[in-house]
Structures are given as structure tokens and as C-alpha cells.
């Protein structure tokens, strides 16, 4: 392993990964390095929904029935109101996906062998160099690695922009009141005609009900603001006021996306914030990993220039 990078990029999960991707079209040295197991990266939050038109924005080679990553598409969504009528139907083409196994293969789009991957490793601080300027990593081992830019792509614990020494950017942390919470239940209900095949919305209680990958019952999801405790009062009203089908819970997962606001940059010298560290989000909805698609695809020739350049100052930047 060499100890000198064009970038390197902490943390592997969709936005870091996805940089790699684009930064790896112009032969750069890159360094991506994640605190998890290659095989388990997210697995913490298991299916997601993947606007379908998103792959063809980002030339992301479309997920089919076969793919590891691919569980289903939908093309219609339904709403209702508070009392559970006035339904309202949707035109919407989504895919769902296995979170972990979409980002595999935004790893396999990667085939330059300028850019190495780096797991089960901890990252423990920002290195500067003797003008208090970023120059690198430092790793739980006090090793240091350098690179002309360092991105924190660490999700929503933010380990490097928290640790930041500057006048420039931001350290807050994203803590329990700037974060959106989700609960999923992975239901299976006691009557098998209850299957889910179209995803319904519940917008007065931010919850809805949706297909699962099992085929024999459906996602029931919930969002809410201010603490998870908050959360499970929010769905236990939920379930109280609409009419759900019986049913019994065989897991749960529990997930939380910025909801406040970004950062007042996404730069420093030798710096970059994407992603949840950048509060990179749809307030909407939590979905976070199209809008920072979107994000790096709208910056990517800024940061082709600057190393063309040579020049990852802030000013360059």
C-alpha cells in the first residue's frame, strides 16, 4: 500500500464510492477507506428505493431482475389522508434495491487500478502539516496516510468535518435534534391477500406501507424528528388510527438522515464534505443518495480542474 494519494476518501457507502467512480475516469490515485466489513458496508438499513430514471442521469448500468442488488420496480404510488381516505394515485418509477449490494456494484463500475479500497480500518483524525494545513489522515494505529485532498464521506457522524481545525468550516455535530429518524417494520401479515404490491403514503403521520423483497407482506415505515423514543410513539399512533392488516414483525431497522441544514461549506483547503456530512438530504423523504449523486455530478469538473491544477486550495476549490 503506498502513503501518498491524489484523495483520500473516508468513508464507502454511496456518495464515497460514487466520487471514486468519477474521480477514477481521470486515472487519479485514490484511497477509499471504510471502519466496515467489505461484505456488511450499510447493512444496517437493508432495502431502499432508487428512482429509476436516476441511472440513466448518472450512466449507472440499470439494476435487473437476476442482479444481487435488484428486489423490485414500481410505477405507481398511492396517498391518503389523515382519516385514511381521499386516495390519490401517483405516476412513479422506482426500483427497490439491497442497499449493500447497490453499493457493489457502484464498486465493480470502478476498473482503473489507480483506486484502492481500504476496510475494516479506522480512521481517527485529520494530519496537517507544519503550516496547519490538511495534508492527509491519520489511522487508529497512528499511521498517516497522504493526499492532496482528504473527503469526509463518513455518513452522518461527520468523524473528520466534527474534528476540523479551521476558520472556515463548520465542526457542528448532526446530534439527536437535527436528525430525521426512520423505523421499519418488515411485516408479515396473518392474511396472506395483504401483500403489498403498490407503496402507500400516510402524509399527516410520515409513515407508509410499502412491497418488501419477501413477497409475503410488506416494509411499514415511519419517520420523525427529535429522538427515536419519539419515533415508536409516532408509529404506535399511526398504527392506532389507520386500519393495518394483522400482522407480526420478523425484523426491524432503524436509520437517521440530516434535517436541519448544510453546512455553510462543503469546502476547505485540501477539504471536501459530501453526503451526510454535507447534510446532503431530501427533507421530504430522508432519501439522501440521488440528491448527492446529483451533488458530486454538478462538482466533478471543479475538482477535475483543481487537480489539473494542482491546486486543491480552498480558493481553487
Partial sequence: MKNMYDAIIVGAGTAGTFLAYLLSKKDLNVLVIDKDNEDTIRSN????????????????PRSMPGDDDYVKEFHETRSRSALNNYEKHNKLDV???????????????????NVEFMFNTTVS???????????????????????????????????LRRKISSD????????????????????????????VKLSTSWTYYKCWIAPNDSGDGGIIGCGATTSVEYLRKCMD???????????TVEKEEIASTPYTRNPY?????????????GALTNPMNGEGIMWNFYFL??????????????????DSL
Fill in 45 to 60: 438499513l437493508d432495502i431502499i428505493h432508487f428512482p429509476s430514471h436516476a441511472y440513466d442521469d448518472f450512466n449507472i
Fill in 95 to 113: 426500483h427497490v434495491l439491497h442497499l449493500n449490494k447497490f453499493i457493489k456494484k457502484l464498486r465493480g463500475m470502478i476498473t482503473s487500478s
Fill in 237 to 247: 399512533r399511526f398504527l392506532t388510527s389507520i386500519e393495518v392488516p394483522e400482522f
Fill in 265 to 277: 461549506s462543503f469546502v476547505d483547503n485540501h477539504f471536501l464534505a459530501i453526503g451526510d456530512v
Fill in 297 to 314: 455530478r454538478d462538482i466533478i469538473d471543479v475538482l477535475y480542474k483543481a487537480f489539473e491544477k494542482d491546486d486543491l486550495s480552498l
Fill in 168 to 195: 472556515y468550516m463548520e465542526s457542528f455535530e448532526i446530534d439527536s435534534m437535527k436528525r430525521f429518524y426512520v423505523l421499519l417494520y418488515y411485516a408479515k401479515f396473518k392474511d396472506p391477500s395483504n401483500v
Fill in 125 to 159: 483524525d485529520l494530519s496537517y502539516d507544519q503550516n496547519n494545513g490538511i495534508n492527509g489522515v491519520i489511522l487508529a494505529q497512528n499511521e498517516i496516510l497522504y493526499a492532496k485532498i482528504v473527503v469526509d464521506a463518513s455518513g452522518i457522524d461527520s468523524i
